[in-house]
């Protein structure tokens, strides 16, 4: 079984493409997390960074962290190395449309000396969103910062009629349905392969037009229900894991 570590940032395209690696027969043996230099990075999803090792407890996957400063490129490599080390061969990246960020994972990961998969990759936007929420993914809209994304879109969780919503106003106001060139940010709550769901709580907060943001101010993870032949057997809730 090929062994990769899967980048996370806490948002639906990377969560996304690690459970596309698990159900397509590779082992995940690490997640890889970037927690960039700032709210500038054109490299990194960054809103949702700090919800990550809640997703890696309820993935059940070690986690393998970094902080990076302004040389982004230097700093991702020193990642997949960090990977390399735990024994992943290869680097599952949430890359969806853009070039500059597929190229440069795909870059780093080859002077690390793995191989990159981006299963994402030019998918039609509209049905990627689409198949989501079919497939059980749990998403939390944490930002919207294009015009016609209504500020309500901001704390609430994708449904079919939400979805369908974006897809209409995308096509009327010429933004990215999946959000692909930053007009919104997302949090993945729950997904099929979470032994946990995360709870988060906060509130909406104005930065600029058409500019709104979740901020959240505690998290913590919520067991899910185990089914076996008789009856449900739910575990005791962990302990609150972030608060602000």
Not at 40 to 50: A, I, N, Q, R
Not at 81 to 88: L, P
């Amino acid at each position: 079984m090929h062994r990769v570590c899967s980048m996370l940032s806490g948002g639906k395209d990377s969560m996304y493409a690690l459970h596309w690696a698990v159900f397509h027969g590779f082992h995940v043996c690490c997640i890889a997390s970037v927690r960039p230099r700032g709210w500038d990075s054109m490299l990194f999803h960054y809103p949702s960074v700090d919800i990550v090792p809640l997703q890696a407890k309820a993935l059940g996957i070690p986690l393998i962290s970094l902080s990076i400063g302004d040389d982004e490129y230097s700093g991702l490599v020193e990642l997949f190395k960090m990977c390399k080390a735990q024994g992943a061969e290869g680097v599952v990246a949430g890359a969806l449309l853009s070039d500059y960020q597929r190229l440069r994972f795909a870059m780093a990961a080859l002077e690390a000396g793995m191989n990159i998969y981006a299963p994402l990759w030019r998918k039609s936007q509209e049905e990627y969103l689409r198949g989501l929420v079919r497939e059980g993914f749990r998403v939390l809209v944490v930002s919207v910062q294009a015009y016609g994304l209504p500020e309500s879109l901001v704390g609430s969780v994708l449904t079919p009629e939400l979805v369908e919503e974006i897809v209409a106003r995308a096509r009327r106001y010429g933004f990215n349905p999946a959000f692909e060139g930053g007009e919104a940010e997302t949090l993945v709550l729950d997904a099929p392969l979470f032994r946990y769901s995360i709870e988060v709580a906060g509130s909406v907060e104005r930065l600029g037009p058409y500019h709104y943001v979740y901020k959240i101010t505690s998290a913590r993870l919520i067991p899910k229900p185990l089914i076996n032949t008789l009856n449900y057997v739910e575990e005791e809730a962990p302990e609150p894991e972030l608060s602000n």
